[in-house]
T-cell receptor, first 108, second 114 residues
Framework: DAKTTQPPSMDCAEGRAANLPCNHSTISGNEYVYWYRQIHSQGPQYIIHGLKNNETNEMASLIITEDRKSSTLILPHATLRDTAVYYCIVSGNTPLVFGKGTRLSVIA | DTAVSQTPKYLVTQMGNDKSIKCEQNLGHDTMYWYKQDSKKFLKIMFS???????INETVPNRFSPKSPDKAHLNLHINSLELGDSAVYFC?????????????FGPGTRLTVT
């Protein structure tokens, strides 16, 4: 079973920031937070991951709370092509367990 | 350049047949995986290979047999196909499992068993 909780769906206006929350209250000290997304009919795509510090790459930013019990994925300027299911996954040296994710709809 | 490729993209076959799905990665990764995504869209790991050796084998019927001829390839053979095997199968790869790693997925193979 997935060790994370995400809202089932969210909407975001095109050009605005999309903030996707994730709760992982049972995370262990050696477990990372990973974010993947799956655009319709495609394979999942890695976005970003972090342990305890905030992270940023060309796709997104990851904000992890100090107690590590929750995190937020930020897409700074959402486009229509960002419409996808976003998965928050907690994993150490174990297989990735995909939950139901959040279906993000970016609206023009 | 395709990082992780799978063939075929679509596979339609009848119950009882034996079929194979091929996967290749050109990322130089040590570890490869097979995932199954069913009609409810749940994505579950089936197998993981590291340097051609099986390291993860989830509860999967033994009709499914992965074969890794080298680090860049992980093929999935399915014997005696059943209706419930219909799903999208994704191959993925990553560097050797460690404290953190990101996986790169192929485009998927949609298997339909009739």
């Amino acid at each position: 079973d997935a060790k994370t909780t995400q809202p089932p769906s969210m909407d975001c206006a095109e050009g605005r920031a999309a903030n996707l929350p994730c709760n992982h209250s049972t995370i262990s000290g050696n477990e990372y937070v990973y974010w993947y997304r799956q655009i319709h009919s495609q394979g999942p795509q890695y976005i970003i991951h972090g342990l305890k510090n905030n992270e940023t790459n060309e796709m997104a930013s990851l904000i992890i709370t100090e107690d590590r019990k929750s995190s937020t994925l930020i897409l700074p300027h959402a486009t229509l092509r960002d419409t996808a299911v976003y998965y928050c996954i907690v994993s150490g040296n174990t297989p990735l367990v995909f939950g139901k994710g959040t279906r993000l709809s970016v609206i023009a | 350049d395709t990082a992780v490729s799978q063939t075929p993209k679509y596979l339609v076959t009848q119950m009882g047949n034996d079929k194979s799905i091929k996967c290749e990665q050109n990322l130089g990764h040590d570890t490869m995986y097979w995932y199954k995504q069913d009609s409810k869209k749940f994505l579950k790991i089936m197998f993981s290979y590291n340097n051609k050796e099986l390291i993860i084998n989830e509860t999967v019927p033994n009709r499914f047999s992965p074969k890794s001829p080298d680090k860049a390839h992980l093929n999935l053979h399915i014997n005696s196909l059943e209706l419930g095997d219909s799903a999208v199968y994704f191959c993925a790869s990553s560097h050797a499992q460690g404290d953190s790693y990101e996986q790169y997925f192929g485009p998927g193979t949609r298997l339909t068993v009739t």
